[in-house]
């Protein structure tokens, strides 16, 4: 049975991912679109490389040269008149600077005439990034609002303000070229200026906020970023065209159809998961003890995007985090998993893209001398699974639209 739930989960993961790839979307984004200047192309964040090379695919010879800056070991092969750099995520490195940088290059001195492709996915807060004030400060306060918990709106709301290129800079770098943006979103609800900081859409955060978040969390910071978080962003953009393409809903309701195929009846519970992740893996884990003895193939999908609180030094991501905790409560349950990923392919600063758990897993744990409770607190989900088979290892898919939570019941 354990066998055949995880083979369950692999379907329905590569299905899911699958109907989330950013190719088909960029194609219908630009279908029938004429440019009448110059087009150049900037692509940022971890789907970047999909996307851009759908985009040149579709522009042809129209294309007169472009940018992408995306995570490393994402760029899949060269893409013509198209300059790749790989940087880092989620804290930004030279890479990022140096990516970003050379897309600025890119859209000075364009006229009106001209056209802006903007390709944008999550994971562009990172690699999109000119700092405004040293790169090593702007390191350490990401560092910081990583290890606080701040979920992904509070982070961005700071980190806009503290760069020549998001909160609607970006765009404003463009003029007076058009900027017509694609946006593979990676937020509940899609706000288009939180994705990846919204580079080319009015900022509606304000510096109140900023420094609310930045009270919250007890930000170490200097007198220069302090005198940045009380500078406003762009309110108005009048150069730019936006397309939301894909999200968490359509990532769930892809799983929600795999598992359909497979026999399960399935319940989409959320779109909009945020809570701490182990939290989330204690939930799910009580949904499934709720309904294994209900003589149905039952599955339950949260989508969204959990956190987590940087107290231990191990190794690991939310959705590790998350199947983890889940272990425990459905120890014992011969007909029942949890697994959980991440449709980019990579969780946390890891290779895996998520984890999979089942009845026997904290039993295999304990043979093995691991306790669970200890290894949460050391957040090093990885290692614990890594030892009982439990990775899921997909390797960068070219999407990234939030992560995907499963509880299957057979049976």
Same mark, same amino acid.
């Given at each position: 049975m354990e066998q055949c739930l995880r083979e369950d989960a692999q379907q329905i993961i590569d299905q899911a991912i699958r109907a989330v790839q950013p190719d088909e979307a960029v194609r219908r984004a630009l279908a029938g679109r004429s440019f009448p200047g110059r087009v150049v192309l900037v692509a940022a964040g971890k789907a970047a490389w999909q996307?851009? +090379? #759908? @985009?040149? $695919?579709?522009?042809? %010879?129209?294309?007169? &040269?472009?940018?992408?800056?995306?995570?490393?070991? +994402?760029?899949? #092969?060269?893409?013509?008149?198209? *300059?790749?750099?790989? @940087?880092? +995520?989620?804290?930004?490195?030279?890479? $990022?600077?140096?990516?970003?940088? @050379? &897309?600025? %290059?890119?859209?000075? &001195?364009? *006229? &009106?005439?001209? *056209?802006?492709?903007?390709?944008? $996915?999550?994971g562009g807060s990172a690699l999109f990034e000119q700092p405004l004030l040293p790169g090593g400060e702007l390191q350490d306060i990401t560092g910081q609002l990583l290890a606080s918990g701040a979920d992904i709106v509070e982070m961005n709301v700071i980190r806009k303000r503290l760069s020549a290129v998001k909160g609607g800079r970006f765009a404003r770098l463009c003029a007076p070229a058009r900027v017509f943006s694609v946006v593979l979103s990676d937020i509940l609800g899609d706000p288009l200026d939180m994705i990846a900081s919204g580079p080319a859409c009015p900022d509606s955060s304000t510096c109140r906020q900023a420094l609310d978040i930045a009270e919250k969390y007890r930000l170490r910071l200097s007198d220069r970023a302090l005198e940045l978080l009380r500078t406003e962003t762009p309110k108005e953009l009048d150069n730019v065209e936006t397309r939301i393409t894909g999200s968490v809903r359509e990532l769930c309701a892809a799983a929600a159809a795999a598992c359909g195929r497979l026999g399960y009846e399935p319940l989409v519970l959320t779109d909009r998961l945020c809570c701490e992740a182990r939290e989330a893996g204690s939930f799910l884990a009580s949904i499934a003890r709720s309904h294994a003895s209900d003589g149905r193939a039952l599955a339950f999908l949260a989508g969204g995007e959990t956190v987590v609180h940087l107290r231990g030094t191990g190794k690991g991501g939310r959705n590790q985090e998350l199947a983890l905790a889940a272990a425990d409560g459905i120890q014992g349950l011969t007909n029942t998993a949890v697994f959980s990923v991440g449709s980019d392919g990579t969780d946390g600063p890891t290779d895996a893209a998520g984890g999979f758990v089942d009845g026997t897993t904290a039993a295999a744990l304990e043979r093995r001398g691991i306790r669970i409770h200890r290894v949460l607190a050391d957040n090093d989900a990885y290692h614990a699974l890594e030892a009982v088979g439990g990775l899921i290892v997909t390797g960068p898919t070219g999407t990234n639209v939030n992560d995907v939570s499963v509880v299957l019941i057979r049976p």
């Open positions: 996307m851009a +090379h #759908a @985009a040149v $695919s579709c522009l042809g %010879d129209r294309l007169h &040269a472009g940018v992408v800056v995306t995570k490393y070991g +994402h760029v899949k #092969a060269p893409i013509p008149g198209v *300059t790749c750099y790989e @940087a880092g +995520h989620p804290v930004p490195d030279e890479n $990022s600077f140096r990516g970003t940088g @050379a &897309a600025l %290059d890119l859209v000075r &001195a364009l *006229t &009106a005439e001209d *056209t802006v492709l903007f390709l944008l $996915s999550g």
